[in-house]
């Protein structure tokens, strides 16, 4: 029998053939995208599109970032006009309220949106058996939240570009200088966050790292608003000068200082103390991609990998009642919660973000920063030889912002499909979830952040009777906590997870900063002008008509369509 019976006559490809088909480029001659462009590709059109929404509709997918961002990006650029302020001001003050802010705004972002990001079970599942190094797979995240962080950074700072032309000591360079060290800034900010979580994996391992990550984006995200906050107070105390003496080298120690060094050092006075600056900027930044993406990025893969073990739990010997089951038992739980479907969605929110690792990434990231503003107001007030009283009515007041970005992220869950259950039980609406939603949320965020200004503006004051300022805020607060279910939204637990809420975060804490100063402005006017219970009086029947017509229409509210 012919060995070469029945093959082709066809000849066979030469080793330069057979290398550049393994590469890629079946047609054509053409050679394949890379595995890190591919997957970078594909994280952002998951950025874009969301993960598996219902009803998606891809004449509605957006093209592009700026078209998913259209509205945050306006108002970022609406909130960078307060730019104009520095107006003739140096170059190092301008850079220092521009990169301070920017550091809050980015720390914020990649702190609340990088867990969701870089540690996907689901994701692990697909792409750890294919021939994707950790690496590859590293860059291509990191690159999605890099190119969103600048598209946000970018729009705040528009208004700076312009206003830097003009300042006292700078130029058209201004602008260019600017936008590179605020590109250095968001991948700072990016490798400060992954380095952080691979040193997590590399100390302590599987069994502690889901704490472990939920602690590190708080801790960066309350260091990124400190930085944020506290550089700019710190040198327009000096009138924006730099002097590396004794009495500012603790300026050195903060990174939007850093970045703002460079500007003035390319654009602007270039004092020998920026050009110490910028080399910090630059050296760090260095340090942290080096360390983030070269040293440690095989830490990566092994913690994809942990996070998508099973883990045998012990059994207990003994079942017991959970505490919250005890607390929902007595009063004065008990009697808030005398509705059935109320207390049951009020179990389910307080089981999630006491025990589920992606809702705590979501939520506590987002929400325990905030503290750190109105403390900083109060810390301020109390500096002044003249004390103000704007501080503790401002943390009052500041409190509705806590409701507000709970219940919004308590929404999505990466159990989204297990909501469908709702709408299977005879309930008309969803108005008995959303107010036991509602209520967990104002119990175990926004009862102890209240207890925590009490206790420091009693501390910095000294006087029991001016925790009285606080009342505007707690009188408005059960306003603020329905604003999230008006229209029976805001049930717990019942959408997908999309990168692209993250960075809307932003948003509502502009506009609910922007309201809670207006009302503490005129709290505090009210407090000094003796007409302040005159003031709570009043807002006391505001509130009441308010909160009853916004109950009845989450009360006549509906399940919407699925589709």
Known sequence: MNPTAGQSNTPAPSSQESRKQAVGGTRGGEVAASPERTLRRLFLTLFLRGRSARGLRKENTPNSVGSKLAMTLVFYALFGLFALFFKGQPVFALSVYLHGMTFVFLGLFVAASAGEVLFNKEEADIL???????????????????????????????????????????????????????????????????????????????????????????????????????????????????????????????????????????????????????????????LVLWLAFGTLARDYGAGLQALSEVSTLRPKRRARRRWLDLAVAVPPLSWWLRDSVSRAAFLLTAAYLVRDRDTKLRVYPGVLPMLVVPIIFMVQDHAKHGRSDFGVAFAGVFLGL???????????????????????????????????????????????????????????????????????????????????????????????????????????????????????????????????WWLVMFELVAVAALYLGMRASISAARWPPLE
């Open 128 to 286: 750890l058996h294919r021939p994707v190094t950790p690496r590859a797979l590293l860059r291509a995240k990191i690159g999605v939240l890099v190119q969103v962080s600048l598209w946000l950074a970018g729009a705040f700072n528009l208004g700076g570009l312009i206003v830097g032309v003009g300042a006292r000591d700078g130029g058209w360079s201004f602008p260019f200088i600017h936008a590179i060290s605020t590109s250095l800034e968001a991948l700072f900010c990016t490798g400060c966050v992954v380095l952080t979580y691979q040193v997590c994996l590399r100390w302590f391992g599987r069994e502690r790292l889901e704490g472990l990550m939920t602690a590190t984006q708080v801790l960066v995200a309350v260091g990124a608003v400190l930085a944020g906050q506290l550089v700019p107070r710190m040198i327009m105390g000096v009138g924006g000068k730099m002097h590396l003496a004794a009495v500012s080298w603790w300026i050195c120690l903060l990174p939007p200082a850093w970045f703002a060094g460079l500007d003035d050092a390319l654009a602007g006075s270039g004092a020998r103390g920026s050009w110490a600056l910028a080399a910090c900027a630059v050296a760090a930044t260095t």
């Open 402 to 532: 806590i409701p507000v970005l709970g219940l919004t992220l308590v929404q999505y869950s990466q159990q989204w499909q297990a909501a469908d259950l709702f709408r299977a039980a005879p309930i008309a609406g969803p108005a008995p979830l959303c107010h036991g939603a509602r209520r967990a949320v104002l119990c175990l965020l926004t009862l102890p952040v209240l207890v925590v200004f009490g206790l420091f503006a009693w501390v910095m004051r000294g006087q029991v009777t001016e925790l009285a300022l606080l009342l505007p805020g707690l009188i408005a607060l059960p306003v603020y906590s329905l604003i999230p279910n008006l229209g029976g939204k805001g049930v717990p637990l019942s959408l997908p997870t999309e990168e692209a809420k993250s960075a809307g975060r932003g948003l509502t804490m502009i506009g609910v900063m922007a309201i809670s100063g207006l009302l503490s402005a005129v709290a505090t006017f009210a407090w000094s002008g003796g007409w302040f």
